[in-house]
Every structure is written in structure tokens, then in C-alpha cells.
């Protein structure tokens, strides 16, 4: 398991030094889902969103293994396009011979990496007030409540009718936008998931909004939950220097979050990765956790 580890950082850092160096409208690398040698194979579908503005294309990856008697483990990865260019065969087949989660990589229809506009209105929360834009780019955001019932409503119907789920042990991971969105869903619906992992999340979006929204958390935990919160210890505090910085860090938050009854919080730095180089090694680290323990 420790050479699993080593692996899969190392693996992690090449693929995320190449998704920080390639722009957004680049394609996406689908030579895994054209392999029929592994240990998982890949259905897919798609879906629209509720006002037809937005596309998603739903990668699944079931184990060839037969599930166990109260279902799989299931990992829901947001920024499913890009997601998918962290798996590739030996991790899979490290993972057949674990836990053997499901895969659910959530993306957008398209053959683009990075579907910017679309990821930015799903993913971000509603502001309280002033115009539901977003900072950096100006493009519409605040629809993550929409996004969320797009998620745990239609795309788990369609997951659950491939492959038999056990309720209890259900995980989400984001980075970045994804990240924030991840809080977000714990936050205010933590009954949604019961691990969330939240990865490099933008907290510089809404300075002070996750201190706000974990107000009243211990009230709305009827059962148990995790959070596993990553962060590159090479990452600016905020993306452009006109923007204004974040007032939580992801550590912060992680020890502010820790002493909630009902919560565990688990926080983790990795020296000298900037924001982009994240997205792979923090999938990584996830399935490498998640394949190290009995329960997710």
C-alpha cells in the first residue's frame, strides 16, 4: 500500500503539471474510456439542465467485481472532463482489488477539458446580495442549489439503475470551484453525502462564507459526516491580485471545523503544488484514502 501511495502522487504530479499547463478549451483525453482491457468499464449518458442552458455528459465506471451484499462505495467527482485524465489503468485496477468504489465523473457534453462558463454558474452559491456574477470573469454564477438537485436527483437515478449503491458510504470531490461547491453541499445539506472532499476550494469567491454557512452545522448533521479538505501549499491566496484575498484558508477552516460534533475533518498540504497541478493529485490522494479504508 505505502508504493500505492508513492505512485500515486508521482503519477498526480505529472498529470497535474500538464492540466495547469493546458488551456481550458483544449480537448479532453478520452484514451482511457476507448480501453476494453480494465478493470472497470465505462457507461455513459447525458443530461440537460432544468433551463436547457447547460449539457452534462455522466462518465460511470463500474467494477468488474461482483458488489457487495449492501452495494459499492460511490465517489461522485465534479469537473468530470478533466477528472477522468487522473485514472488511469494500474490505479484502477489498485482500486478493483480495494473498495472498489464507482466512479461518477460528472462533466459537460463537448469534447472540452474545461467547460468554464457552465462550471461557474453550477458551482458557485448564491451571493446575498449585488448582481450574481462572478468576480474573476463576469460570467453568470449562483446556481448551485439547481446543480445539486440536478445531482442527487436525475444523475443518481441514472448511477443507481447501473449499479447497485450503498447509501452509506457516498462521496463527492471538487477542486477548485468544485472544492467550494463541495463545502457548500456539506454546509447546508450534509445529509446529501456522507464524505466530502474538497480540494483547493476558491475561497477568495465569497470572502467569509464558509465561516458564515458552517453556523448552525451541528444542527443539521443527523448522522455522521466526513470532510477531507487539500490544499497545494504552493497556491496564492487568491487567483488574480485586482480580486480580494480569501478571509479562511482551507487549513483554517479545517481546524475551526474539527471540534463539530458528528463531524471528521481531515486536512491535508502538499508542498510545492500550485492550484492546477491539484486537481489530479488531490483525485488521487482521495481514491488512495478511500481505498485504504474499510468505511467511506
Known sequence: MRALAHWLMAAGLALGSLAQAAPQDVPMDTRLLQRTDLAYRFETFTLDSADGQ???QVWVGLPR????AQGYPVLYMLDGNAALEA?????????DQGQAPV??????AGQRRIDRSARTY???PQRVTGEQRDPMTGEPSGGAQLFLKLLVGPVATKVEALAPIDPQRTALWGHSYGGLFTLGVLLDQPSAFTTYIAASPSLWW???WATRHSQGLPARLAAPRRLWLMQGEAEPARPRPNLPPAQETAAALAQALAPVPGLSVRYQGFPGLGHGPMLAASLRQALQWLNEEGEM
Open 54 to 56: 447547460r449539457h452534462y
Open 65 to 68: 467485481r461482483p458488489a457487495p
Open 87 to 95: 485514472l488511469d489503468p494500474p490505479l484502477l485496477a489498485q482500486l
Open 103 to 108: 466512479l461518477v465523473a460528472v462533466g459537460y
Open 122 to 124: 453550477d458551482y458557485t
Open 206 to 208: 465569497a470572502p467569509g
